[in-house]
C-alpha cells in the first residue's frame, strides 16, 4: 500500500473531490481524517471508510475549527504526515461588479486564508515530529489560464498558486513538501456556480470545446494526482503545480 503508516487530514472530504481522496488514501493504508463544513456529510464518509477515517466538523476559514481538524489526527491517529487543503467555494460566473463584496470575501476566506490557518495549525506540528510531510493544496486551472466570468474566483486560486510555490521554498528545509493540484472544471456540487449557465449538456458542450480529451475532470483523476504528491515516491517533487485538465493549459 502506497501511503502505509500515514496519517491524513482532507479538508472538504463530505463529498466531491475531498471525498474521492480520502477514499483512495484510505484504501492505499493511511488513517484519515475527514473535515468538512458539514457535519452529517464528513461523517457519511468517514463511516462508510470505517475505522481508517474519523469526521470533524468545521469550517477552514475559521482559526480554531482548522486547528481542531489538525487536533483530531493527533488525537485519533498519534500525529499528521499528509494535509490536502481541498475545501473551496466560488461565486456565480458573471461579470466582475455584480459579484458582492461579501461573496468575494468568502470566496477568499475558504480558498486562500484557509491554507493560512492549516499553516498555522499544522506546520508547527509537521516540524516538532521532525519527519517532513506533504501539503497538497488544490489550485485550479483558473489560476494558470483564467476565464472571464469568475475574476475574482481565479484570483484566489492564483494565490493559491503563488503561496504554494513560496511554500515550498521555504518548508522545504524542514522536509515538508508542498504541491498544487490544478483541476479543470469537474461535475461537482459547484458545477453550475462554475458555468453559470443551468446544467444542461448543450451547456456543458460549451466547456468541453476547450478540454482536448473531451470531458470534465472527476475525483478519480483529482485522488489518484494528490496520492502520487503524498507517498514517498514523490520526495524529490515540491512546489509544482499540476494541472489535471485533459490539455487545458497545454
Same mark, same amino acid.
Given at each position: 500500500?502506497?501511503?502505509?503508516?500515514?496519517?491524513?487530514?482532507?479538508? #472538504? $472530504?463530505?463529498?466531491?473531490?475531498?471525498?474521492?481522496?480520502?477514499?483512495?488514501?484510505? /484504501?492505499?493504508?493511511?488513517?484519515?481524517?475527514?473535515?468538512?463544513?458539514? /457535519?452529517?456529510?464528513?461523517?457519511?464518509?468517514?463511516?462508510?471508510?470505517?475505522?481508517? /477515517?474519523?469526521?470533524? +466538523?468545521?469550517? &477552514? =476559514?475559521?482559526?480554531?475549527?482548522?486547528?481542531?481538524?489538525?487536533?483530531?489526527?493527533?488525537?485519533?491517529?498519534?500525529?499528521?504526515?499528509?494535509?490536502?487543503?481541498?475545501?473551496?467555494?466560488?461565486?456565480?460566473?458573471? +461579470?466582475?461588479?455584480?459579484?458582492?463584496?461579501?461573496?468575494?470575501?468568502? &470566496?477568499?476566506?475558504?480558498?486562500?486564508?484557509?491554507?493560512?490557518?492549516?499553516?498555522?495549525?499544522?506546520? @508547527?506540528?509537521?516540524?516538532?515530529?521532525?519527519?517532513?510531510?506533504?501539503?497538497?493544496? %488544490? #489550485?485550479? *486551472?483558473?489560476?494558470?489560464? @483564467?476565464?472571464?466570468?469568475? &475574476?475574482?474566483?481565479?484570483?484566489?486560486?492564483?494565490?493559491?498558486? *503563488?503561496? !504554494?510555490?513560496?511554500?515550498? !521554498?521555504?518548508?522545504?528545509?524542514?522536509?515538508?513538501?508542498?504541491?498544487?493540484?490544478?483541476?479543470?472544471?469537474?461535475?461537482?456540487?459547484?458545477?453550475?456556480?462554475?458555468?453559470?449557465?443551468?446544467? *444542461?449538456?448543450?451547456?456543458?458542450?460549451?466547456?468541453?470545446?476547450?478540454?482536448?480529451?473531451?470531458?470534465?475532470?472527476? @475525483? /478519480?483523476? %483529482?485522488?489518484?494526482?494528490?496520492?502520487?504528491?503524498?507517498?514517498?515516491? =514523490?520526495?524529490?517533487? *515540491?512546489?509544482?503545480?499540476? @494541472?489535471?485538465?485533459?490539455?487545458?493549459? $497545454?
Amino acid at each position: 500500500m502506497r501511503l502505509q503508516g500515514k496519517v491524513a487530514l482532507v479538508t #472538504g $472530504a463530505g463529498g466531491g473531490f475531498g471525498e474521492g481522496i480520502a477514499r483512495l488514501f484510505a /484504501a492505499e493504508g493511511a488513517k484519515v481524517v475527514c473535515a468538512d463544513l458539514r /457535519a452529517e456529510a464528513a461523517t457519511a464518509v468517514a463511516s462508510s471508510i470505517g475505522a481508517m /477515517a474519523v469526521a470533524i +466538523p468545521g469550517d &477552514v =476559514s475559521r482559526g480554531p475549527d482548522v486547528q481542531a481538524m489538525v487536533d483530531a489526527a493527533v488525537s485519533s491517529f498519534g500525529g499528521l504526515d499528509i494535509v490536502v487543503n481541498n475545501a473551496g467555494t466560488t461565486h456565480r460566473n458573471r +461579470p466582475m461588479l455584480e459579484v458582492e463584496a461579501d461573496e468575494f470575501d468568502r &470566496v477568499y476566506a475558504v480558498n486562500v486564508k484557509s491554507i493560512y490557518w492549516m499553516a498555522q495549525a499544522a506546520v @508547527p506540528l509537521l516540524r516538532k515530529q521532525g519527519r517532513g510531510g506533504s501539503l497538497i493544496n %488544490i #489550485g485550479s *486551472t483558473a489560476g494558470i489560464r @483564467p476565464r472571464p466570468g469568475l &475574476v475574482w474566483y481565479n484570483g484566489s486560486k492564483g494565490a493559491v498558486n *503563488t503561496v !504554494t510555490h513560496c511554500m515550498a !521554498t521555504e518548508l522545504a528545509p524542514d522536509n515538508i513538501r508542498v504541491n498544487s493540484v490544478c483541476p479543470v472544471i469537474g461535475a461537482t456540487n459547484l458545477l453550475t456556480e462554475f458555468m453559470g449557465v443551468p446544467d *444542461t449538456p448543450e451547456n456543458r458542450a460549451r466547456f468541453l470545446a476547450s478540454i482536448p480529451l473531451g470531458r470534465m475532470s472527476t @475525483p /478519480a483523476d %483529482i485522488a489518484n494526482a494528490c496520492l502520487w504528491l503524498a507517498e514517498d515516491s =514523490s520526495s524529490f517533487i *515540491t512546489g509544482v503545480l499540476l @494541472p489535471v485538465d485533459g490539455g487545458r493549459c $497545454a
